[in-house]
């Protein structure tokens, strides 16, 4: 089981996107607090009333991780996560290798359907396509990343004796896919390498467009079932889980046994990667986060 440090959302409008501290900075303490992995999210026109609302602004997370790569040397670079339908797919594959080659072969494209209309609206992608857009995506994408020519005709994109590098590090690029349906779910076991299932408060299923998770015993057989089909493609699936207990920023020394207890039945359901995020407020607070996390949960697994 390893660690992924997410660089902490912006809420609202009022605050600057870069409060928990220099991006280049944080991530060169996360790598030394031994932190395996780093990522952002995505939204790229986000609605005000969504964000007074709840909702987060975020980095570029492809600028952004391309920006981490260069000042760290371990960490796995995540788009936790990416949504696809938003790019022409050759232009998402072209910035997914550019990372990875330039990183040395650490990006993973965390990869989604969305679910804002309004960003779709402003992209200029058709909702009710993200779908079949989605799945051209998983076909046009590996293609491009062979680094040899290559023609391909779908519903929305072609490409006619084309050739695309640079040729990533890796031979795929593993992508992780996000959501808890049966179609997402399906994806993952078919056609990717890791799953990063939501963790959907009540109530918002409707406006995420997918279920809930019904606690652990579904997340372990959910998990199980998609290693089985993934094991007849001779892949081993990532998977991430979210760490959202509020308590992690502010009482370390007092929970650390009920931290690790929850470590180790997330690990029983088969989760690989534990994602977490610090205090959003302040550089210090996110330092003095990410040292204490180290040292009381990273540290003592090595």
Known sequence: MQFMYQYPETNGTDRDMLDAGPVDEVARAAEAAGFTGFSFTEHPVPGARWLESGGHQSL??????????????????????????????????????????????????????????????ALGVDFDERNALFDEALDTLPLHWKGEPFSYKGAHFEAREAIARPRPVQDPIPIWIGGNSKLARRRVAER????????????????????????????????????????????VLDVTYPYHDPAVHHTLDKDVARHDEAFAELIEAGVTWIVV?????????????????????????R
């Open 277 to 301: 995020s610090g205090p959003a407020d302040s550089f210090t607070a996110t330092l003095e986060f990410l040292q204490a996390f180290g040292e009381r949960y990273i540290t003592p697994r």
């Open 60 to 121: 570029d997370p492809f600028a952004a991780l391309a920006f981490v790569a260069a000042v760290t040397t371990r960490m796995r670079l995540l788009t936790y996560l990416s949504v696809v339908p938003y790019r022409n797919p050759f232009l998402l594959a072209k910035a997914a290798a550019t990372v990875d080659k330039l990183s040395g072969g650490r990006f993973v494209l965390g990869a989604g359907t969305g679910y804002l209309k309004g960003e779709f609206r």
């Open 192 to 235: 990717a390498q890791g799953w990063m299932p939501l963790l959907i408060p009540p109530g918002a299923e409707a406006t995420v467009r997918s279920p809930g998770l019904e606690g652990l015993k579904q997340l372990g057989e959910y998990v199980a079932e998609m290693q089985d089909t993934a094991s007849t493609r001779g892949v």
